[in-house]
């Protein structure tokens, strides 16, 4: 995250620990810019190549030259549009989430408070931020919401490589992906119904989550939640 992103104001109202937790949001977003906007000049360079090949090929039948053409850029562009941009995608929502537990994680450990055993089958993020959301009255409960709904498209994406047929909470995914707008299901990889996410969707997450991430630290200091 660059210095001019920053309100000055709210720059000096965070604590150290919120700062450090902006600059590893502001690393997320950045990964995101540099990566795509390479695959956009990637693209153009590797087009311009497969149209010079193409024009150095010779056939003897015309019908042969325009499909080779045809698998040639489309090769391309599937390449560029798809497989590495939503690899892309897929490694920035893992980062996100990863930064996100980390935070939740470090934050649990400084409580004044015994913390309450994390129920079987819940996330320990989810179940971090809804004993805070409860504790310092937060009202994060649609974060919580859109937070848990990510972690499910996380783990999707890491043990099912995105398919949703070979993940074993298919039902519950399908039914989460509804309430996401900017992550659906799309047989994009011709390999069945899998994850397809969204240009502009993480970025958008990630100016919510910079919002009240910081603020949750501040605010459960502030009501003696936390070890000095």
Not at 63 to 69: I, L, M, V
Not at 148 to 154: F, N
Not at 160 to 185: D, F, M, N
Request: proline fraction near 2%; charge should be negative; aromatic fraction near 8%.
């Amino acid at each position: 995250m660059t210095t001019k992103q920053l309100d000055l104001s709210a720059l000096l109202d965070q604590t150290f620990f919120g700062l450090d937790t902006l600059s590893m949001l502001g690393d997320v977003e950045d990964f995101i810019e540099f990566s795509e906007s390479n695959i956009g000049w990637q693209k153009h360079r590797e087009l311009r190549r497969a149209e010079q090949e193409c024009n150095d090929t010779e056939f003897d039948d015309p019908r042969e030259e325009a499909q080779y053409r045809d698998q040639m850029l489309e090769g391309v562009k599937f390449r560029f549009d798809v497989s590495l941009t939503q690899r892309v995608r897929y490694a920035a929502l893992v980062a996100l989430i990863t930064t996100i537990e980390w935070v939740l994680l470090a934050l649990k450990k400084r409580t004044s408070f015994k913390f309450p055993k994390t129920p079987d089958g819940k996330s320990e993020a989810v179940h971090i931020l809804s004993v805070f959301n409860s504790k310092a009255i937060l009202s994060l409960e649609q974060e919580i919401t859109a937070i848990e709904a990510l972690i499910y498209v996380r783990n999707c994406i890491v043990h099912a490589a995105g398919l949703l047929a070979s993940y074993k909470h298919e039902g519950e995914l399908r039914k989460t992906l509804t309430t996401l707008s900017g992550v659906k299901v799309s047989d994009l990889h011709f390999l069945g119904d899998g994850i397809e996410i969204e240009s502009g969707f993480l970025e958008g997450v990630i100016k919510d989550v910079r919002l009240w991430l910081p603020n949750l630290e501040k605010v459960v200091s502030e009501r003696g939640l936390l070890c000095k």
